[in-house]
């Protein structure tokens, strides 16, 4: 990334009506790892769908020919970002429905004496629904830093292979897995590999083609949009599924593998994710042409992927400035254990800690108290604090950002944290 390009964080958060309206100057949000805030560009999209089309889509008459076509829009943008078909993306209720969805149809494609490899990294939606279908379960388990030897999964593979599941980033340590040489070794053993990359989506959505994924996750709730979680499946794999719905839906793949069919308003939405990140490269990179705005996709020779991955870059380096300095801080302080790697390579700025004074409910109270929005616990991950030998039940301290984060929030933090015995003293 060329350092003349810097992202503008008054313009990002300009493009939010939480901190336009609600958060300016009395929160610094930190729990984006349970759901991000969402663009106007969002809401404007849902309200319209809400106030002039809310009928049911794909009738005879204009209101649901529109209704219908702005799903359809939204699957296609969302599709083009992720660098796939739109018949390969399921938009569905969450990331646990999916995924319990999926290994219930899965369950057709397991024969007796097949294993599925699972992580004892992984969010519990990953993990438990895998347990469900019946067949052996073998665990690839994390080391003493909490991260994930692709070696350690080489012992692991086997003819008898038939599933590996895997997170594409921890939500605790925050660390990145390699998911295409994951994925390349998996189908070298003739498996199928499922990704969730809830954790790591937020921060760049992954070109899923060049991953070589079967299936990847995660959830849109997380990735400035509405309560739903995305599916994508290679469509080869998700033909030999067998229906999942409630209704009768003939051999539509998307409908067929979501019971009930998708949320009609917040699926059209989903534009507005598109839109965000477009109206971001046009501010960044052509702002001549930014000042000319009408639309998007007016270069019909920029890919909307090659846009995003060049927004994605700006977003890199802008969290990888904002999240060093606390890395810096928390790795270097005596009564604090960092959970994870502290230098930002090869991870998010999805950050962790446990106090050597204070339990974490007291250290996020305190942060609380001086107008820092975070939580603790286990974060759906007991598997992970056990292997680490962290209480599962009081957890760590998650302080997780994205790109509309700002210095002066870190310092925020940091002033707090620095400042936590005179408080309990």
């Keep these: ?8 964080t008054t313009y990002v958060r300009g493009q939010f009506p939480a901190f336009v309206h609600h958060l300016s100057g009395k929160w610094a949000f930190f729990e984006n790892a349970g759901g991000s805030y969402v663009p106007y560009s969002v809401t404007t999209h849902l309200n319209h769908f809400m106030t002039a089309t809310k009928v049911q889509p794909y009738g005879e008459y204009d209101l649901s020919i529109e209704a219908g076509e702005s799903m359809d829009k939204a699957t296609e943008l969302m599709s083009t970002m992720l660098n796939c078909d739109k018949e390969e993306l399921i938009i569905g209720a969450n990331t646990t429905m999916n995924l319990y969805v999926l290994s219930n149809a899965m369950k057709g494609l397991i024969e007796p004496g097949d294993e ?10 990953n993990i438990t629904t895998w347990k469900r279908i019946g067949c052996k379960i073998v665990e690839w388990r994390v080391n003493d830093k909490g991260e994930l030897d692709i070696n350690d999964l080489k012992l692991l593979l086997n003819p008898k292979t038939k599933v590996v599941c895997v997170t594409h980033c921890s939500n605790i340590i925050g660390s990145i897995n390699d998911i295409k040489s994951i994925a390349w070794l998996v189908h070298k053993h003739d498996a199928f590999l499922v990704a969730d990359g809830t954790a790591y989506a937020p921060h760049g959505l992954p070109d899923v083609k060049a991953l070589d994924v079967d299936f990847y996750v995660f959830s849109l709730y997380k990735t400035y949009g509405p309560h739903l979680g995305l599916m994508y499946g290679k469509k080869e794999l998700l033909n030999l599924l067998p229906n999942q719905s409630l209704e009768c839906v003939g051999e539509d793949v998307p409908l067929r593998l979501n019971p009930g069919g998708p949320n009609h308003e917040q699926l059209a939405s989903l534009t507005g994710i598109y839109e965000y990140f477009d109206k971001l490269y046009y501010h960044h990179f052509d702002p001549m042409r930014m000042k000319k705005f009408v639309g998007y996709n007016a270069d019909p020779s920029l890919t909307p992927r090659k846009k995003h991955d060049r927004v994605s870059q700006l977003i890199q380096q802008h969290e990888y400035e904002i999240a060093q300095p606390l890395l810096a801080y928390l790795s270097t302080s005596p009564d604090i254990n960092l959970i994870g790697n502290a230098e930002m390579k090869d991870r998010v700025p999805t950050i962790s800690f446990t106090h050597e004074k204070y339990s974490s ?3 996020v109270r305190h942060l ?4 820092v929005a975070c939580r603790y616990g286990n974060f759906y991950c007991p598997r992970l604090l056990h292997a680490l030998k962290i209480d599962t039940t009081d957890g760590v301290v998650r302080i997780s950002m994205v790109h509309y984060n700002t210095r002066a929030e870190v310092d925020w933090i940091i002033n707090a944290l620095h400042n936590i015995d005179e408080i309990f003293s």
């Design 1 to 8: 990334m060329d350092s003349n390009y810097i992202l503008d």
């Design 361 to 363: 409910k007291e250290v």
């Design 116 to 125: 599925i490899i699972i992580t004892n990294q992984d969010h519990d939606a």
């Design 368 to 371: 609380v108290r001086h107008g």
